[in-house]
């Protein structure tokens, strides 16, 4: 369980004060050299995919099927990491371009836009680490923290951890559909079919588009060119999983319980962004590659801000952090990888026995927010999360 730091509720109002100082100072800058920049990684990225497929046509060659599958995975990493996942988030709606809208945007994955943002950016991002509450904690299958009861299924999470890595899109597909709510009564069988329908109509245009279109336009090339596919589309599902759970699992990352986000105000939200995420150190290729989700901690604090930016914001982030006696969890990302893995392997044991109710009772309460100031957590505090869609889906659960 998570030990908060000791601050008081004016340090609180201030650290909050202080992010959004930071926040507002980058929304009033985006401009031109943001837009370029994504346009920019955009184009890359489609002509990485175009030239990629051309070269895999001749792939009967080793060096052209080594050469190909190289730029289609590539193309894919920054489509969904860079492109994909940060459009949906709206971090460039500001640009008002229909083409790069978060009311637009269909990722090369197989999940549907719209499930995944509402699971994605309204659940996990309002109620991080929250036990009972972020769905993201294991991905309703495998158990990261102590405070989950522990089952015998999780002596295998080690491998099936493995086997999701692979299939990771398809994996988050099936999630989003929150089969484990239907299974305890909490959400139709109907609404679960009908989100599933919607999934396959997805998956359907992937399998088609890349196992089936791509490798008969190759002709002779079929089996090579399906290889090259499936060899790009493995590749960009282990990486993905690799980077999002050194962001969310390694030793260091927080969790709360529901009782401690009663009445949570814009500071104490903030810090449990913070507490609730890591990052991994490294240079610019690795940060663009991963989606700039190498830094987490500031995608947590600002998810709709342009990702171009953290980079920018991430030193003011940590002197805050050291300024005010916060963990700011960081390392090289094998390290963290190596301490995620160490974490799946100890966690599908039985224990170690989390602290008990009388310890966690004795643990100091999240300030409550004073009356006049009337925060809520639902949606997320002064963030644009999506389409108006989605407010208005995020508002109808909120009030369910």
């Not at 499930?115 to 991080?128: A, D, F, M």
């Not at 089969?179 to 679960?192: P, Q, T």
Request: glycine share 8%; proline share 7%; net charge neutral.
């Amino acid at each position: 369980m998570t030990t908060i730091a000791r601050l008081s509720e004016g340090d609180i109002e201030e650290f909050g004060h202080e992010l959004d100082r930071i926040r507002d100072e980058v929304i009033a800058s985006r401009g031109e050299d943001d837009a370029r920049y994504i346009r920019r990684v955009i184009a890359i990225q489609r002509g990485l995919e175009a030239g990629g497929r051309t070269v895999l046509f001749a792939s009967l060659l080793p060096p052209a099927w080594a050469a190909g599958t190289a730029m289609l995975v590539t193309a894919k990493i920054l489509e969904n990491m860079e492109i994909g996942h940060n459009v949906l988030h709206g971090q460039w709606d500001w640009m008002r371009d229909p083409e790069i809208h978060s009311t637009t945007w269909e990722w090369d994955s197989a999940s549907p836009a719209e499930q995944w943002k509402h699971s994605h950016n309204y659940v996990h991002h309002t109620y991080t680490n929250v036990l009972g509450k972020d769905r993201d904690i294991g991905f309703s299958a495998m158990r990261v923290v102590p405070e989950q009861p522990w089952h015998p299924i999780y002596l295998a999470q080690p491998l099936y951890n493995a086997v999701l890595a692979v299939f990771f899109e398809w994996g988050i597909a099936i999630y989003d559909a929150e089969l484990e709510r239907a299974l305890r009564g909490e959400k139709s069988w109907d609404e679960v079919l009908g989100q599933l329908r919607g999934v396959w109509r997805k998956a359907r245009r992937q399998i088609v588009k890349d196992y089936l279109a791509f490798p008969l336009l190759a002709g002779p090339a079929f089996v090579p060119v399906l290889l090259g596919n499936l060899t790009a589309n493995a590749a960009r599902n282990i990486w993905a999983h690799m980077i999002i759970f050194c962001g969310h699992f390694p030793d260091g990352t927080e969790v709360f319980t529901e009782q401690q986000i009663e009445g949570e105000t814009r500071g104490e939200w903030y810090r449990r962004q913070l507490l609730g995420s890591a990052n991994i150190d490294g240079g610019p290729l690795l940060h663009i590659m991963s989606g700039n989700l190498s830094f987490q901690i500031e995608h947590h604090l600002f998810p709709d801000l342009p990702s171009n930016r953290y980079a920018e914001v991430a030193p003011r982030v940590r002197d805050l952090c050291e300024r005010f006696g916060l963990a700011y969890t960081t390392g090289p990302l094998m390290r963290q990888s190596t301490r995620v893995w160490k974490r799946i392997f100890r966690l599908a044991l039985p224990g170690p026995t989390p602290r008990s109710a009388d310890a966690a009772s004795s643990r100091p309460e999240p300030v409550s927010a004073a009356p006049d100031r009337g925060w809520k957590p639902v949606p997320m505090p002064r963030r644009r999360v999506g389409s108006p869609a989605d407010h208005a889906r995020v508002q109808e659960h909120a009030n369910r």
